[in-house]
Nanobody, 121 residues
């Protein structure tokens, strides 16, 4: 099990940028596959991006070309760089850890609390 704590959310104007961080506890972070998910009010949780333990990545079509997922294993930290933000990106963003590389939420047993991102038009 790994404990996850997100930070970096906030209010930004459309077209702006934010970088989210997800700090992980434990000494085995480098062996986990990591994902970012988001949930807007009244909507289902949706996949945003994932990165494998070997740094392979996958993105939702809605964020491809605008968001970049990365990890720093020395710092036990996952990142999500979000550029060209749109009002429809407004959501609670949550990081998750899994032994399986997945683009759906079910295989992720460990979740953070989430951080709010609000994009104003």
């Amino acid at each position: 099990q790994v404990q996850l704590v997100e930070s970096g959310g906030g209010l930004v104007q459309a077209g702006g940028s934010l970088r989210l961080s997800c700090a992980a506890s434990g000494r085995t972070f480098s062996s986990y596959n990591m994902g970012w998910f988001r949930q807007a009010p009244g909507k289902e949780r949706e996949f945003v991006a994932a990165i494998s333990w070997s740094a392979s990545t996958s993105y939702a079509d809605s964020v491809k070309g605008r968001f970049t997922i990365s990890r720093d294993n020395a710092k036990n930290t996952l990142y999500l760089q979000m550029n060209s933000l749109k009002p429809e990106d407004t959501a609670v963003y949550t990081c998750a850890a899994s032994r399986v590389f997945a683009v759906v939420s079910a295989p992720y047993p460990d979740w953070g609390q989430g951080t709010q991102v609000t994009v104003s038009s």
